[in-house]
């Protein structure tokens, strides 16, 4: 690209009092006139924050950054957007992810960038830098900012889907409190996000296996220095991209979504990548929908033997190869010619790589497991659709029908939830209403709720359970998210009653309520709706404008883009 058709230069080549302010006030920073003249001007959007822990090592990255893009004639600008740290905002990260994505969309395009880089690592920080880029369309470039080493606690290698068992244990008596204190050490000992394939990770993999960064960017672990190597290559690359003019909508065809939805299959990922893979899809004007992801993957067994729905953790997967290697297994199922920031296909990324560890890695013929996957259940109870993760549920349970203990709220189910009184047996199907996007609001991950302390202290350890909310990626159990529609809206599931039979058929792709549509229809007739919408502050806007899960629980008015232009000046 010719330096005068640099967007830039739009601001910083203009001539009269326009160009005089643009450039007058960046040079307070001690740069001399030669950068605005005509090099392609990077931003480096950060979500650096230490409210955002698993993203607290962003300004160090950042600097790797910069060096490659100096290097390759670029001129890089930091700039921050609104953070999400999941574990500590309340009510949930979710309900900012829209906001994030607005934050970063509108910094975007109101600046005078060529090119973007996101530095993004916990959960939400990821889907909402991707879906803010894509609606201006820039050449961008993701880097993720890597998993934490692995934890080490008396001699067991510990991650995130271990605080699970680990309060499980400990309320049936089996882990000590002090155990427990001890564990909050050794379980996040490094910087970076979580360990394992959580929803974090299986962020990092879909921006890989979308084409969006540079091999290896999911699993190098934040520690480790060749992570920065990686976010210097990637300041090196997106100057080139810039010259190139390789754009966002460049790179994420359908087919790359459909090479995301088979990765995210192989890989084990979270049933967050749904909602948020539907939301870029649409920002970018993709085509795709929940059902794609009950056929897209298809026949796709689980390879990698990663927490929560195996054993290892994403150090060992960078060592054992990390995705290049088990996408170089999946090379069958994949679209292959897909061009990635390189600019080249896929296909590249992956042909010359080795796998180190097969019992990390597995093959087509000798998977890990051979059910994968994210499946998509429908049915009176959910007629646009819920989603379970099979490889990490109970395959005795993907096949069941119970009577329903059902909790109105959150704060019904920890009020009930370990009364002994409470009629439930290991058949009964938990039913948490009002935990969906509008509902709660921000749809939290709360759905695999814990078992009732009875049950526990009689050894169970997993129930059918079903919410209109998500579960955290590092989670298990045999576990129906997602309900669309959710109870707020007036979904069937808001008429579930205690005692009401549900059949859950995985194989069959069925939810279904053993209540009459008639009977269905006088109990909804019955629902009051209104009581729960705040009337003021960016929480009204979310749910008045929140789409239901099926669809990615985006805004309803920022479905595609608005491009990168802006006519007007400033002054
Ligand atoms: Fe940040 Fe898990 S809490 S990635
Ligand atoms: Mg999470």
Redesign the pocket.
């Given at each position: 690209m010719e330096k005068e058709h640099l967007r830039s230069q739009g601001w910083f080549g203009k001539k009269g009092k326009d160009g005089f302010i643009y450039r007058a006030w960046m040079k307070n920073q001690g740069i001399p006139s030669h950068q605005l003249q005509g090099k392609p001007v990077i931003g480096i959007c950060n979500t650096w924050s230490e409210l955002t822990p698993?993203n607290a090592h962003f300004r160090e990255l950042a600097e790797s950054v910069k060096n490659g893009i100096y290097e390759a004639g670029g001129y890089p600008v930091e700039f921050p957007v609104m953070s999400l740290g999941?574990?500590l905002m309340k009510p949930t990260a979710m309900l900012y992810r829209n906001l994030v994505s607005m934050d970063v969309e509108e910094s975007i395009r109101a600046n005078p960038l060529d090119g973007v880089v996101l530095l993004c690592?916990?959960?939400k920080t990821t889907p909402a830098l991707v879906m803010g880029a894509c609606s201006v369309d820039l050449p961008t470039i993701v880097i993720s900012g890597g998993p934490m080493l692995t934890g080490k606690h008396r001699g067991k290698d510990i991650g995130?889907s271990d605080i699970w068992t680990f309060f499980e244990d400990n309320r049936s008596g089996t882990m000590s409190d002090e155990e427990l204190y001890t564990a909050e050490a050794c379980l996040a000992r490094s910087k970076g996000?979580?360990a394992v394939m959580?929803t974090?990770s299986t962020m990092a993999c879909m921006v890989e296996s979308l084409g969006l960064s540079l091999p290896d960017n999911a699993a190098i672990p934040a520690a480790d220095s060749r992570r920065k190597a990686l976010a210097h290559l990637s300041g090196n690359r997106i100057v080139e991209m810039v010259k190139e003019d390789l754009k966002l909508s460049d790179i994420l065809t359908r087919k790359a979504f459909e090479n995301a939805i088979t990765v995210n299959a192989a890989i084990g990922g979270s049933t967050n990548f749904i909602i948020h893979l539907l939301a870029i899809a649409a920002r970018i004007g993709v085509e795709l929908s929940i059902d794609d992801f009950n056929t897209a993957a298809r026949g796709v067994p689980l390879l990698a033997n990663l927490q929560p729905s195996g054993k290892y953790f994403m150090e060992d997967f960078y060592y054992a190869g990390g995705l290049p290697a088990l996408m170089k297994e999946l090379q069958s199922h994949l679209h292959n010619e897909t061009i990635t920031i390189s600019g080249k296909p896929m296909a590249d990324n992956y042909s010359d790589c080795v796998c180190y560890n097969r019992d990390l890695i597995g093959t087509l013929e000798t998977p890990f497991n051979t059910t994968a996957g994210i499946v998509v259940v429908k049915g009176n109870l959910a007629e646009n659709g819920a989603v379970l993760k099979p490889s990490a549920a109970t395959p005795a349970l993907l096949k069941h029908t119970g009577k329903a203990v059902v909790f109105e709220d959150i704060d019904d189910y920890k009020h009930k939830i370990d009364d002994p009184e409470l009629d439930v047996g290991e058949s009964s199907i938990l039913v948490l209403k009002n935990v969906g996007p509008r509902g709660y609001p921000g749809m939290p991950e709360v759905g695999n709720m814990s078992i009732p302390k009875k049950l526990l202290d009689q050894g169970v350890r997993d129930m059918v359970r079903i919410s209109d909310g998500r579960m955290s990626g590092t989670g298990f159990g045999t576990v129906v998210l997602h309900v669309s529609p959710e109870a707020a809206v007036g979904g069937t599931l808001a008429v579930v009653q205690n005692g009401d039979v549900i059949t859950l058929d995985v194989q069959a792709g069925i939810l279904h309520l053993e209540v009459s549509d008639e009977e269905i229809s006088l109990r909804k007739a019955k629902l009051n709706l209104h009581g729960n919408i705040v009337n003021r502050g960016y929480t009204h806007l979310y749910q008045m404008h929140v789409e239901q899960a099926h669809l990615g629980a985006d805004f309803d008015f920022l479905k595609g883009g608005s491009g990168s232009k802006v006519v007007k000046d400033s002054h």
């Open positions: 698993c999941e574990t690592g916990c959960d995130t996000h979580c959580g974090a």
